[in-house]
């Protein structure tokens, strides 16, 4: 609004804006009196007092705008911040600051601009000299962040796999971030988030590298399973859209557990099938069917004749389980699609066995 284009001085620029955009009612008289509170009564009428005199500055405020009122800038990126004063009684407005401090000027606004943010903890302020001598200012807010260089996870102090029912400690490692008050990892286990944490260091302004744990207790669910983590820089409404976001590698767990064996007590196949039942463990474990005490080969394409009692065993590093199952084979043609609820389970699993 000042520089408005009109050929007038700066300061009769800002008596102009005190004159018409003064939002402080110094000159309001005070309001009238409500009459109906109490009847007309020369003695008891309370006249209005005088216009009380111009406020000073300290009990006005500062007529001092930014623009904008507080930063977020990534750390190397440039800054731009306007100052400007609305009202008269002011001489010109300045800027305190480490960082390319513009000079004094009597202008009626000042702009701070950086090429790049090369400081952490910044506390610009601008002020306003008063005719009278007297000065006022305002604090910018600033907030310099960086996203971290790197985020990695691991297991505290374990290598190869773990047993089933043992604990564990995930560890994300967050490195020269900032500020790290406003980071919010978040540990995954495969797509599902685990848990958050925050930071315990919350005043530093400098890049900082720090370390976060999860603990867990392993299951023989977490076998193959994939765990990382993600650090974010949570920076209000107000930073960077969306947040910065850096994740971690994959880190694949192993499981020892096993060996298992998911038969039904009477399997069914059809005629051209071939016998199979599920096997999982970590390691895999090897599987051997016997029938009447002796090992057997599984047929490929199953006749009426593959039909009886069978003991099925599943071996590993582990142990050893054993099943005793009974084989009916149903007549049918071995292309059709009807397998039984048994059948399909096994074609589902992952950890199939190559038996042949
Ligand atoms: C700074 O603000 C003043 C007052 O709102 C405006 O007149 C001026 O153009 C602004 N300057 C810049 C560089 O934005
Ligand atoms: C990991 O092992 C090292 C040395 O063996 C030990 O100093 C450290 O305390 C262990 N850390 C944890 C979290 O158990
Ligand atoms: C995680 O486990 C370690 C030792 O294994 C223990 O010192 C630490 O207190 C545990 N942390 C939590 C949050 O349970
Ligand atoms: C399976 O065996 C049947 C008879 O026992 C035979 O007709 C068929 O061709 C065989 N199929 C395959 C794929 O070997
Ligand atoms: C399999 O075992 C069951 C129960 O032990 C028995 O009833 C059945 O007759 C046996 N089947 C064959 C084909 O031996």
């Not at 767990?253 to 096993?258: D, H, P, R």
Request: hydrophobic share 35%.
């Amino acid at each position: 609004m000042c520089a408005s284009g009109r050929p007038i001085t700066l300061l009769l620029c800002c008596l102009f804006i005190s004159a018409t955009s003064s939002p402080v009612s110094v000159y309001t008289p005070a309001p009238p009196l409500p009459l109906q509170i109490s009847p007309p009564s020369p003695s008891a009428r309370i006249l209005p007092s005088p216009p009380s005199s111009p406020l000073s500055v300290s009990e006005v405020g500062c007529p001092l705008t930014l623009t904008p009122s507080f930063l977020v800038v990534r750390f190397g990126d440039p800054v731009t911040a306007n100052c400007s004063l609305s009202r008269a009684g002011f001489i010109g407005v300045g800027w305190v600051v480490s960082l390319a401090a513009p000079e004094f000027t009597m202008d009626c606004f000042l702009v701070w601009r950086v090429e790049r943010m090369t400081e952490w903890s910044m506390k610009p302020v601008c002020y306003a000299m008063s005719d009278e001598g007297g000065q006022c200012q305002r604090n910018l807010p600033l907030t310099v962040y960086k996203p971290p260089e790197s985020v990695s996870i691991s297991f505290v102090n374990h290598t190869g796999p773990m047993s089933e029912g043992q604990q564990f400690t995930l560890q994300c490692e967050v490195r020269k971030v900032a500020p790290v008050g406003n980071l919010r990892v978040t540990f995954y286990r495969g797509q599902t988030a685990l848990g958050h944490t925050q930071s315990s260091i919350n005043t530093d302004e400098k890049p900082v590298s720090e370390v976060f744990t999860l603990n867990i207790t392993s299951t023989k669910e977490d076998d193959g399973v994939q765990f990382w983590c993600e650090a974010k820089l949570e920076l209000g409404a107000d930073g960077p859209q969306p947040p910065p976001v850096v994740g971690s590698e994959k880190l694949t767990a192993a499981v020892l557990f096993g060996p298992q064996l998911m038969c039904p007590t009477k399997l069914r196949v059809r005629e051209g099938e071939s016998l199979s039942c599920e096997t999982r463990g970590n390691p895999p474990p090897s599987v051997t069917w016997f029938r009447d005490g002796e090992v057997v080969a599984l047929p490929t394409n199953s006749s009426r004749e593959h039909a009886g009692n069978y003991t099925v065993t599943a071996k590993s590093l582990l142990g050893q389980t054993r099943f005793t199952v009974e084989v009916e084979v149903l007549p049918g043609k071995g292309t059709t699609n009807s397998y039984n609820g048994h059948f399909l389970l096994a074609v589902l699993l992952i950890w199939t066995i190559n038996w042949s």
